[in-house]
Nanobody
């Protein structure tokens, strides 16, 4: 089994930056991708970015691709989400998820393991 734990959330002012960290423990042949999702109160869960561990290929939601960067340190089983030029609408709970992925990287059903989330609050 695999466990993923997020960290790095917090409160920053609009225009600022944050780096979220997702550490995976355990191993599985199905942990081929790790993604970041977020969900704000009253809104649907939104896929932000995903990374294919073997090749390092990255995938982004168009809405954040110019401001967010996903990266990995395979030696540490760690995936990062660097967020810059943050906006108040980026405020949400951010989740890390890992899994084999379905047909689409942004499909939550393709991720088997989910973290508890880390809260990001952006103030104006």
């Amino acid at each position: 089994a695999v466990e993923v734990v997020e960290s790095g959330g917090g409160s920053v002012q609009a225009g600022g930056s944050l780096r979220l960290t997702c550490v995976a423990s355990g191993s599985s042949i199905y942990r081929r991708y790790t993604a970041w999702f977020r969900q704000a109160p009253g809104r649907e869960r939104e896929a932000l970015a995903s990374i294919y561990h073997e090749a390092g290929s990255t995938y982004y939601n168009d809405s954040v691709k110019d401001r967010f960067t996903i990266s990995q340190d395979n030696a540490k089983n760690t995936v990062y989400l660097q967020m810059s030029s943050l906006k108040t609408e980026d405020s949400a709970m951010y989740y890390c998820a890992a899994g084999p992925v379905s047909a689409y990287w942004y499909d939550p059903s393709g991720y088997l393991w989910w973290g508890q989330g880390t809260l990001v609050t952006i103030s104006s």
